[in-house]
């Protein structure tokens, strides 16, 4: 199959976080924990609009990818996040870049 | 215009909260904020005052939130603590709790004002707040820590104060209400959430920047004041 062109591609966009918390965790606690927070404060219809998605997690830090218009309610509901595994928690977002390449270089390498 | 200054002007450390103030004021500077203000409860205070951590390019303020049910003993208070705080915040929480704190133009903020069936705030209370420059705060911790009922009862209490803030002109501190570590926030993460919950984009930023700044140019005075709008400039080319 043809590879879609950038320009016709959905724009999405991406948010290095780190996570500070009081026990590690794995990816898909994350991924439960995030999820469950963003329905909660935005509702199961904007939060399926915002297609949140943990990329990849290891070390405490990550990316997550969401829409490029929805990162507002994205970095609310990454806010409302208080607890993983009944553990208190906390993920702070590095910045936001529009490629995973982006992200990585500027964000999460030092 | 150069980058805006992010402060949080209501953190609780050890022993009204689980970390130490060092702890939570080199959070705070990692999330990029230039200053916190420690402002632990009334009456859960240490013996003596705590020493406050010197950390360059970020400072701490002395604060003080009180917890008084009685008016009378709240203005005691307000009189005994406001020389010595850069911020004092009234916990309030009751009708007349409310009405002492913004009728008293020497409290800076008034946290937690809903009770009951009622957001805290009415037309006559928010005209006193505006008069007397006394600001409402906007807590995040208890919106991030409930969910269903609670919150929502909580974002309607804020969006009935928001909308009596903005018909009368009383200004908004965000601040995060920290109990530990894991209740600060990042500013940016602060201004997505608070818009989420309703306010507006300048709305947030006053609230988390140029508000804060307001009440710390009033509480410390340069070296020639005199009183509100009267000040003696030293120097020959001010004109």
Redesign the interface.
């Known amino acids: 199959m043809k590879r879609l062109l950038p320009s016709l591609r959905a724009k999405k966009r991406y948010l290095a976080f780190e996570l500070?918390?009081?026990e590690p965790a794995s990816r898909s606690d994350i991924v439960r924990e995030v999820i469950s927070s963003a329905s909660?404060?935005?509702g199961d219809v904007t939060t399926s609009n915002c297609g949140i998605k943990v990329l990849g997690f290891e070390k405490g830090k990550g990316i997550i990818q969401c829409s490029h218009t929805k990162?507002?309610?994205t970095?609310?509901s990454?806010?409302?996040l208080?607890r993983i595994n009944g553990k208190?928690?906390?993920i702070?977002?590095l910045g936001t870049s529009g490629t995973v390449k982006g992200a990585t270089e500027k964000f999460l390498q030092n | 215009m150069g980058k805006p200054k992010f402060y949080d002007f209501c953190v609780h450390a050890a022993p009204d909260g689980d970390n130490t103030i060092e702890e939570l004021a080199s959070l705070a500077r990692h999330f990029g904020y230039s200053g916190i203000a420690l402002t632990n409860h009334s009456d859960r205070l240490p013996d003596k005052k705590p020493a406050l951590p010197l950390i360059e390019g970020f400072e701490v303020f002395r604060g003080i939130e009180l917890v008084e049910e009685n008016p009378s003993k709240l203005h005691g208070l307000i009189g005994k603590f406001r020389n010595s705080t850069d911020v004092l915040i009234v916990h309030g929480g009751s009708e007349a709790v409310n009405r002492a704190a913004l009728e008293n133009p020497r409290v800076d903020i008034l946290n937690h004002p809903a009770f009951d069936k009622s957001s805290g705030l009415n037309q006559v209370l928010a005209k006193a707040a505006a008069d007397n420059g006394v600001a409402i705060g906007i807590t995040l911790r208890p919106l991030l820590h409930s969910r269903g009922s609670r919150r929502i009862r909580m974002l309607s209490d804020l969006r009935e104060n928001l909308e009596l803030a903005r018909k009368y002109e009383v200004s908004l501190v965000l601040c995060s209400d920290a109990m530990s570590c894991f209740d600060l926030r990042s500013p940016m993460e602060t201004l997505d959430f608070a818009e989420v919950c309703g306010l507006e984009e300048d709305e947030a930023l006053d609230a988390i920047s140029t508000v804060p700044e307001r009440i710390l140019k009033k509480n410390r005075p340069g070296p020639g004041y005199i009183r509100e709008g009267v000040e003696v400039l030293e120097g020959e080319d001010i004109f």
């Open positions: 500070i918390s009081e909660s404060l935005l990162v507002k309610e970095r609310a990454l806010a409302a208080t208190r928690a906390t702070h977002v």
